[in-house]
C-alpha cells in the first residue's frame, strides 16, 4: 500500500470515468434516475448516498484503516450516530474531560433515554476499569483531550473496554488519522469533527464514524439514512480539498505548535502549557507512542490569571478570537467561556477547565510572527 501522503494527496483523483476530470465534479442532485423501476442504481436519492459523500468516505477510511466509514452534517451528527446504536438505559462511560457539546449531547441524551452515564477520568486506567464493570455498553474517549490534552493510553483503555464487552469509542478530532489511528490501538470506532483539522480551512461542517466492523458501518449508514443526518454534497468536495494536504500541515502545525508550546513555557508569564509534546507533560511518553505527531492544540494558564487571560485573548491579533480548531488560521479561545459553558462550573472544575485557561490553534503562519503576536500581547499584560 502507498504511504499516508500519497494517499491522501490522490484521494479521489482521477474518480471520473465520464469526462476524465482530473477533480471529480461536484454532483449537486438530489435525485438520481433510473432506468428500470425495479432497479435502483449506483446513486437513486442524495440523503441515502451521493458520490462526493462516497468519496469523502472512502477516502477517510483509507486513512483511519477503517472497514467502513459514514459522513456526517457535523462532528455532534457523528458522535449522536453512535448514541442511535445503544439500546435505551445502556450503560455509557465517557471522559469526564471531553469537548463540551459532547458533554451536552451525552447529558441530554442520558436523560431522554435512561441511559446509565458515568464521566470518568480515562487516563486513570483503574478508576476506567471500575466505571466499566456493571456491565458498560460503550467507552467513549477523547484523545488527546480538547482543552486540557490529557493522554489516553488507546491501547490498554480499548483493551479493558473489550474485557468488559463495551464498544470502544475515540474522538480523534484534535489530531486526525494522519496523526493518531485508533484503530490500530485496538479501539471498534474512531470519530472526528471533519470541521476542524481534516478540513483545515474552516469553511464548512462536518463529521465522520469510522469502524472495523462493516456490520456496525452498515447499521450507522441505515440511521443516517432512516434520519437524515449525512454530510452534503458540496462540503463533501470541500472536506476533499481539505484532506489531499492534510499530511502536510498537520505535520507543520505540530512542528509550530511544538516551538510555541517551548517558548510559553520558558516565559515569565506563564504559569504551566499543557502540550503533549514537552517532555514534561504527564502524558507525553504515551502521546510519543501512540501518536504520529503532537498535534496543533496547545492550552495554558497566566501567573496573572483569569482577567488577564480574558484580557490576553482580546489583544493578539494573529490569534484570532474564535472557536473551532485545526484550521491554517491560528486561533485563540476561552474555553470556559467559548467552546464549554454547557458545562456546570463542578463539572468543569472536576475535568480541569479553569477560567483562566486560554487554548490556543496553531495555524500555517509563520512561528516567529506567530510568537511576535503572543509575546506583544503578554508584555502588554
Ligand atoms: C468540534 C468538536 C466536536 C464537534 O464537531 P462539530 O463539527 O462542531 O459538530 C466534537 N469533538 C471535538 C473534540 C471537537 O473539537
Avoid at 189 to 208: E, F, P, Q, R, Y
Avoid at 353 to 369: I, M
Wanted: charged share 20%; hydrophobic share 50%; net charge neutral.
Amino acid at each position: 500500500m502507498t504511504r499516508m501522503s500519497t494517499r491522501a494527496a490522490r484521494a479521489g483523483i482521477n474518480a471520473d470515468p465520464v469526462r476524465g476530470a482530473v477533480v471529480a465534479p461536484v454532483s449537486l442532485s438530489a435525485a438520481y434516475r433510473r432506468e428500470d423501476p425495479a432497479v435502483p442504481g449506483p446513486f437513486d436519492y442524495a440523503r441515502t448516498a451521493h458520490p462526493g459523500r462516497d468519496m469523502l468516505a472512502r477516502a477517510i477510511a483509507d486513512l483511519e484503516g477503517a472497514a467502513g466509514a459514514v459522513v456526517t452534517a457535523s462532528g455532534m451528527a457523528a458522535i449522536d450516530l453512535i448514541l442511535n446504536d445503544l439500546p435505551n438505559g445502556a450503560r455509557m462511560i465517557c471522559a469526564h474531560d471531553c469537548y463540551g457539546g459532547t458533554r451536552r449531547l451525552f447529558d441530554a441524551r442520558a436523560l431522554q433515554r435512561g441511559f446509565d452515564l458515568v464521566y470518568a477520568d480515562c487516563t486513570d486506567l483503574d478508576a476506567l476499569a471500575r466505571a466499566l464493570a456493571p456491565g458498560a455498553a460503550l467507552a467513549f474517549f477523547e484523545t488527546p483531550s480538547n482543552p486540557r490534552l490529557r493522554l489516553t493510553d488507546l491501547a490498554a483503555a480499548c483493551a479493558l473496554a473489550r474485557e468488559a464487552g463495551a464498544l470502544s469509542v475515540v474522538d480523534n478530532t484534535v489530531l486526525s488519522p494522519v496523526l493518531q489511528r485508533p484503530l490500530e490501538h485496538g479501539a471498534d470506532v474512531s470519530l472526528a469533527s471533519i470541521t476542524k483539522l481534516i478540513n483545515g480551512h474552516s469553511d464548512m461542517v462536518g463529521g465522520v464514524v469510522c469502524t472495523r466492523d462493516p456490520a456496525l458501518a452498515e447499521r450507522l449508514a441505515w440511521w443516517a439514512n432512516a434520519a437524515g443526518t449525512g454530510g452534503a454534497a458540496f462540503d463533501a468536495f470541500l472536506a476533499l480539498r481539505g484532506l489531499r494536504t492534510l499530511p502536510v500541515r498537520a505535520r507543520v502545525q505540530s512542528e509550530t505548535a511544538g516551538e510555541i508550546a517551548a517558548r510559553l513555557s520558558a516565559h515569565r508569564s506563564v504559569a504551566r502549557v499543557d502540550y503533549p509534546g514537552l517532555s514534561s507533560h504527564p502524558g507525553h511518553a504515551i502521546a510519543a507512542r501512540q501518536q504520529d505527531a503532537f498535534g496543533p492544540l496547545l492550552s495554558f494558564e497566566l501567573k496573572a490569571g483569569t482577567a488577564a487571560a480574558r484580557a490576553l485573548a482580546g489583544q493578539t491579533t494573529l490569534f484570532t478570537l474564535a472557536q473551532s480548531l485545526g484550521g491554517v488560521e491560528s486561533l485563540v479561545s476561552i474555553p470556559a467561556l467559548m467552546t464549554h459553558p454547557a458545562m456546570r462550573p463542578q463539572a468543569r472544575a472536576q475535568a480541569g477547565v479553569g477560567d483562566g485557561l486560554v487554548r490556543l490553534s496553531v495555524g500555517l503562519e509563520d512561528v516567529e510572527d506567530l510568537w511576535a503576536d503572543l509575546d506583544a500581547a503578554l508584555s502588554a499584560l
